[in-house]
């Protein structure tokens, strides 16, 4: 399975991004999708996830600002980042795991390469 992510960018405080991320391959087992976020000289930290019949889950830091969801049929996850803050500047890695995973889980089998997000004026 190979995922490629794309929509990060430089957005100011407060503005919005949405990130996308495409599995291919034998991606028609995956069932749970999610992205993962690591900041210069910090771990690296769970942001959300999403399981195939749609149940999602969110980091507390990122609760009623980012919305993920996905696109069964085209083997795509998205992460729509609302109020975004300096804080969140990070490059944004999308993850993926046959597995039903709800909530944070470390040991996801894929990973794409990570897509550059940062929020500054």
């Excluded at 992510?5 to 405080?13: F, K």
């Excluded at 992205?35 to 210069?40: I, K, L, N, T, V």
């Excluded at 749609?54 to 919305?67: L, Q, W």
């Excluded at 998205?78 to 804080?87: H, R, T």
Aim: glycine share 12%; net charge positive; hydrophobic share 30%.
């Amino acid at each position: 399975v190979q995922l490629q992510a794309s929509g990060g960018g430089l957005v100011q405080p407060g503005g919005s991004l949405r990130l996308s991320c495409a599995a291919s391959g034998s991606s028609f087992s995956i069932n749970t999708m999610g992205w993962f976020r690591q900041a210069p000289g910090q771990q690296r930290e769970w942001v959300a996830s999403i399981v195939r019949g749609g149940s999602t889950n969110y980091a507390d830091s990122v609760k009623v600002r980012f919305t993920i969801s996905r696109d069964n049929a085209k083997n795509t996850v998205y992460l729509q980042m609302n109020s975004l803050k300096p804080e969140d500047t990070a490059v944004y890695y999308c993850t993926a795991d046959r597995g039903y995973h709800y909530g944070y889980y470390s040991a996801m089998s894929y990973w794409g390469k990570g897509t550059q997000v940062t929020v500054s004026s």
